[in-house]
């Protein structure tokens, strides 16, 4: 699935739910839908932002990956298992957006995404910008971390999703 395959796909849910089952919490520690996609957005334009900072470095950087890094870019994506970050990096994401704004939101991410799709490929791939947990990544990288990164919750979207069908939409 490519990246505007994958955002077309919570794009289209979008219209599947109603505000309750967009903002319900099902448990502590459970983000709700909205919290998703705040996060898949927050995500993607950092990583974007990434991809400008390479575009606009003027510093070639000789060090790599990680190992997690290089498990991550040659596999295509994350492991299917929940990642917990940080305390100081899991602040709740954002609980109050409706569904047009979401939709607004990831049609910027979209946009975003096809600026730099034609030209990221002829940024030097030693300009890289280190990701904490990855290593040093560059502008191709970063572009292609967006999508793996939303392919990734394509699975908590649908546990999301069984734990609101009591709900009416």
């Not at 903002?23 to 520690?29: E, M, Q, V, W």
């Not at 839908?33 to 932002?49: G, K, N, T």
């Not at 990855?134 to 546990?159: C, I, P, T």
Request: negative net charge; hydrophobic residues 35%; aromatic residues 10%.
């Amino acid at each position: 699935m490519s990246d505007v395959k994958v955002i077309e796909t919570f794009k289209n849910a979008l219209q599947n739910y109603s505000l309750e089952q967009l903002r319900y919490i099902s448990a502590d520690g459970v983000w709700s839908i909205c919290q998703m996609y705040d996060h898949l957005i927050l995500v993607a334009l950092e990583y974007l932002e990434k991809v400008e900072a390479c575009a606009i470095s003027k510093e070639e950087q000789k060090l790599g990956k990680s190992e997690f890094g290089e498990n991550l870019f040659k596999n295509g994506g994350f492991p299917p298992i929940k990642i917990k970050l940080p305390n100081e990096l899991n602040a709740p994401p954002n609980n109050s957006d409706c569904n047009e704004v979401l939709l607004s939101r990831l049609e910027q991410v979209e946009k975003k995404m096809q600026y730099w799709q034609s030209t990221v490929d002829q940024i030097n791939s030693n300009y890289k910008v280190k990701h904490g947990g990855f290593g040093w990544l560059n502008a191709r990288e970063w572009y292609d971390l967006v999508d793996m990164h939303f392919r990734h919750h394509l699975r908590q979207k649908s546990e999301l999703e069984d734990r609101i069908a009591f709900l009416r939409n």
